[in-house]
Structures are given as structure tokens and as C-alpha cells.
């Protein structure tokens, strides 16, 4: 993707698709309607489960036999595909 000015990023909230305003306890990007929730239970593919870190470039996963794993990866591994806010 390229970048061009005066566009930005938007994050999405993995659980609707919407566009991540604010941020959980768990400190991932979230709508406001989602703000309360927490992902729990999140596995790996190896079967280990992941453990949500705060990174410079945002959000990540840690599996302890994998090492890391990309946030969209884990998501999608555990059945929360990123959508677009368009497809809502």
C-alpha cells in the first residue's frame, strides 16, 4: 500500500471490523462498542496458547514454541478475520 498524504492508518476492531477508536485492557485496538471485551483463550497453530504484547509498531503475539506471531496472523488462526469496514 502506498502512502499518500493525508491519509491514515486505521486500525480495525477484530471483533466487528469497525474502525478501532480506543483500546481495551488488554491494550488492542477496539471500537467503542467492543471496549469491554477481551480475547481469551487465543491458541496457536502449534497448539500453544498466545500472549498479547504492546509493541512500537503496535499489538503482537508470543507463542512460546513459535516465538512471534503477527497480530493479524493470530487473530486469524483463532477465527477473528480482520475485515474491512467497507465489507460492513
Given amino acids: 500500500m502506498r502512502k499518500v498524504y493525508s491519509e491514515e492508518n486505521v486500525s480495525h476492531c477484530p471483533f466487528c471490523g469497525g474502525a478501532a477508536i480506543t483500546k481495551n485492557s488488554q491494550k488492542v485496538p477496539v471500537c467503542t462498542r467492543h471496549k469491554d471485551m477481551e480475547l481469551v483463550d487465543l491458541k496457536c497453530a502449534c497448539g500453544r496458547y498466545l500472549d498479547i504484547k504492546e509493541g512500537k509498531f503496535g499489538?503482537?503475539?508470543?507463542?512460546?514454541?513459535?516465538?512471534?506471531?503477527?497480530?493479524?496472523?493470530?487473530?486469524?488462526?483463532n477465527g477473528y478475520p480482520l475485515?474491512?469496514?467497507?465489507?460492513l
Avoid: A
Fill in 59 to 77: 499489538p503482537f503475539f508470543i507463542c512460546t514454541n513459535c516465538n512471534i506471531v503477527s497480530f493479524k496472523k493470530g487473530l486469524d488462526m
Fill in 83 to 87: 475485515r474491512s469496514v467497507d465489507d
